[in-house]
């Protein structure tokens, strides 16, 4: 039902003229990103697409909503993915670091003093909720996290449960699989974890009718009462919570964006 409002979104930001850049993650891979300029010296916001999916998909609305905002954006591909280096996608592990380079990156090119808000969709939500604060700098306001869930390990072995093998291997299997093949631990760390140690404020979108990410997976206010607050859209599915109701999650963000401004 809202496939003539996606189109419209996509086809908007894929004609929105933007700059490619790259920079260098701490293992050596090229990762590549987009910078859609709106004004000097205005806030940005630093995207983080989903597992196996794009900045198109992922954010042709948000693309609008931060530029209705007056914000600069910087859409960026995660590793093994787009146009970014790498084989073996971590469900937010290693993408945690590219995260910080990235916002490394936003620092030396913008200056530290300009206001920087992390934005994440589905396994891009992970990523910003995974992210060690403590190596955030202070020009980091905020962290929008949509459709998330909070441990990488819980996703998978979630949707491996329609694979034909039996529910007692695939735990040890998965694990291995992730030392072996793509030199990660699945049980490193959560976005839990990190929250509780957290200083940034953390607002949590996702809709209760979420096949693939259920919203239980996201339920983590309890981590940092103070600082993260989560919102339920009714009926929508993965992703499409500003599809299913604009003008509420246009408020939603806004509202808390202003504040941690």
């Not at 490619?20 to 916001?45: C, E, M, N, Q, W």
């Not at 209760?208 to 599915?237: E, K, Y």
Request: charged share 20%.
């Amino acid at each position: 039902p809202y496939r003539i409002e996606m189109r419209r979104l996509r086809d908007q930001l894929q004609n929105r003229p933007c700059e490619f850049v790259t920079i260098k993650s701490r293992d050596g891979l090229t990762l590549s990103g987009r910078y859609y300029h709106v004004a000097d010296g205005a806030p940005l916001a630093i995207g983080f697409h989903g597992y196996r999916s794009s900045y198109l998909v992922d954010f042709s609305f948000g693309s609008e909503l931060t530029e209705q905002m007056g914000h600069n954006l910087l859409l960026v591909d995660q590793r093994a993915q787009g146009m970014s280096q790498g084989r073996t996608i971590t469900f937010g592990l290693l993408e945690r670091q590219d995260l910080i380079c990235w916002v490394e990156y936003a620092n030396e090119r913008f200056g530290s003093h300009t206001p920087i808000f992390l934005y994440g969709v589905s396994m891009g939500g992970a990523t910003v909720l995974m992210t060690p604060q403590e190596q955030l700098t202070p020009n980091v306001r905020g962290i929008v996290a949509d459709c998330p869930y909070a441990n990488a390990l819980e996703i998978i072995l979630h949707v491996a449960k329609s694979m034909p093998i039996p529910q007692w291997l695939i735990k040890p299997l998965v694990i291995l699989g992730a030392r072996i093949y793509g030199g990660f631990d699945l049980q490193e760390t959560d976005a839990r974890q990190e929250l509780k140690k957290g200083h940034v404020p953390v607002l949590i979108i996702h809709g209760t009718a979420d096949t693939f990410v259920p919203d239980s997976m996201s339920d983590v206010a309890d981590c940092n009462p103070a600082l993260i607050q989560r919102h339920l859209f009714p009926g929508a599915d993965h992703g499409i919570s500003c599809l299913v109701d604009p003008q509420r999650y246009r408020t939603i963000v806004m509202d808390f964006v202003e504040k941690a401004m």
